[in-house]
């Protein structure tokens, strides 16, 4: 099976996806053109750099340029995290330990397992994709916890009143939010196959890598975004929801 190679041309000629994107924004007076300018000249340059990057950790094969990669990607998915966050009262901390601990159990399990080697060319990639799948789904759960907060501040109030501790008051929207935020990867791995072919099994077949080998990478990528967004959005909620009570039992929000 041959697999892709794209020249600088071709790579070049591609710009005229963009274009479109770029023409729709204008004609329909959409206000996001330079977001889009912006969003291609920073892919460009990120990716060129972490191209570089990447090369001189796989050939250096170094455990703790390893280590040190992976905590850098965590580090930014929790900065990431956290700016979604419309909470004034929220703390950098909480994404990062959430984000931190769903992606090192995660990745713990595949590594004990066997289903992938303490090496740089698959411990970068796949912490990638595991904290970038964590860092949406907490953030998703911070937007619904804060529309959930302001919706339902009243009834968050009267339990308050009635006694009931901050966290019986603020059950129902916890348990919204941690829903919320793992409801994307529950419905992606139910259409998996049938609708899309994901990037990994994508970038597999396009490498000339057998598709029935490709789908076992696959089911073990769903496997290990469905374990990290539970874990994210379960740590990050239990420490966000706090965030909008004060030390007295207050809503702050």
């Known amino acids: 099976m041959d697999s892709v190679d794209i020249n600088n041309w071709s790579l070049l000629f591609s710009l005229v996806l ?5 023409g729709i924004s204008t004609k329909e007076k959409l206000g996001i053109s330079k ?7 920073r892919t460009v340059i990120q990716l060129i750099v972490i191209g570089f990057v990447l090369k001189y950790i796989f050939q250096a094969n170094e455990p703790l340029l390893t280590v040190a990669m992976a905590l850098i990607i965590i580090f930014n998915a929790s900065i990431q995290a956290n700016k979604r966050n419309p909470n004034s009262h929220k703390q950098w901390s909480h994404s990062f330990i959430a984000i931190f601990i769903s992606t090192a159990i995660t990745l713990g399990l595949l590594v004990l397992t066997g289903a992938i080697k303490f090496l740089p060319s698959q411990i970068v990639p796949i912490t990638g994709m595991i904290a970038s799948n964590s860092m949406v789904a907490i953030g998703l759960c911070y937007r619904q916890m804060s529309s959930q907060f302001n919706d339902q501040r009243q009834q968050v109030l009267e339990k308050l009143a009635l006694g009931a501790p901050i966290k019986l008051a603020a059950l129902p929207i916890l348990r919204a939010s941690i829903k919320t ?32 080998h490709a789908i076992k990478y696959q089911i073990m990528v769903m496997f290990m975004l469905l374990s990290a967004t539970s874990l994210g959005s379960v740590i990050a909620g239990y420490y966000a929801y706090k965030d909008y009570f004060n030390d007295r039992m207050q809503l702050n929000y």
């Open 18 to 22: 963009v274009m479109i994107s770029f």
């Open 35 to 41: 977001d889009i300018a912006v969003s291609v000249v």
């Open 181 to 212: 935020a793992m409801q994307p990867t529950i419905d992606s791995a139910k259409t998996v196959g049938l609708v899309s072919l994901p990037g990994m099994m994508s970038g597999l077949i396009l490498a000339g890598v057998d598709p029935v």
